[in-house]
């Protein structure tokens, strides 16, 4: 568990015990809102995360954390998989992971991702109601594999892509959270070879990865239970409030660089 002196080493005057108890409750609250709405969370848990955590570190953490938190939600959601959109997904999203992977990260328009995805999000919750809906053909989720996986690579969250896709009266809730699940998981263990293949050891930061894991399975099953519950009106209606939420996270951190 050295890493985690090293990490709090990173905030001088800050306690480390009750850090790390900030950063365990928003892992919770997180994984809570994810296996609610379908999405933010996982943006949301980045965003607390990077106060204590340095990115060049936070993208592969996150990703691992969110690896191990997708495959718990999955299992509780799993008969609600459609494989018909999640395969040519698994296939763009390889793609385009190894892709960036490979140097495209080098190039300087990191900022273009995520200007798209800005403008993806506030499409989705604001468009006038005579504009369609995303409702994508199941091969098309090709092409969104190719965009998260090559946005999962310098950006860490993909949720909010992924949600932007599934704003759609035709799916359950639970088919929403379980098909998003399973593209998330996907996405975030094609992070593991790439990562390690950039040169980021996972088992210095095993302890905090571990850490941060229980507390997301945590608030995800507490989710998952009030998602057997919850009104498909009030859970889309939710979807889009954290979508706004997202998309200002991503606005500011444009503003900010």
């Not at 900030?22 to 994984?31: E, G, R």
């Not at 790439?194 to 930061?205: T, V």
């Not at 239970?225 to 997202?246: K, T, W």
Request: charged share 10%; aromatic share 10%.
């Amino acid at each position: 568990m050295a890493e985690l002196g090293e990490l709090f080493n990173l905030l001088p005057g800050q306690n480390s015990g009750l850090m790390l108890g900030v950063l365990l409750l928003v892992c919770v609250v997180s994984a809570f809102i994810s296996a609610v709405t379908g999405g933010a969370g996982g943006i949301l848990m980045f965003a607390a995360l990077n106060v204590a955590i340095p990115l060049r570190m936070l993208v592969p953490i996150h990703g691992a954390v969110q690896l191990l938190n997708n495959l718990a939600r999955i299992v509780y959601v799993r008969e609600h998989i459609r494989w018909d959109q999640c395969i040519p997904f698994f296939v763009g999203c390889t793609l385009g992971s190894a892709a960036m992977t490979l140097g495209l990260a080098n190039l300087d328009w990191q900022q273009l991702p995520l200007i798209l995805l800005a403008g993806l999000i506030f499409y989705t919750v604001f468009k006038p109601k005579k504009l369609p809906e995303i409702r994508l053909k199941a091969r098309n989720f090709f092409w969104v594999g190719i965009a998260t996986g090559t946005l999962g690579i310098i950006a860490g969250a993909v949720d909010p892509l992924l949600a932007a896709f599934f704003v759609r009266k035709d799916m359950s809730p639970k088919e929403i959270v379980a098909n998003k699940s399973v593209m998330q998981a996907w996405c975030h263990a094609l992070k593991v070879p790439a990562f390690i293949y950039l040169g980021f050891a996972f088992s210095d930061h095993l302890g905090l990865i571990l850490l941060l894991t229980v507390a997301a399975v945590i608030g995800t099953r507490i989710g998952i239970a009030l998602l057997n519950r919850i009104d498909s009106e009030l859970f889309f209606n939710l979807m889009r409030a954290a979508l706004v939420i997202a998309g200002a996270r991503i606005i500011y951190q444009l503003i900010a660089q």
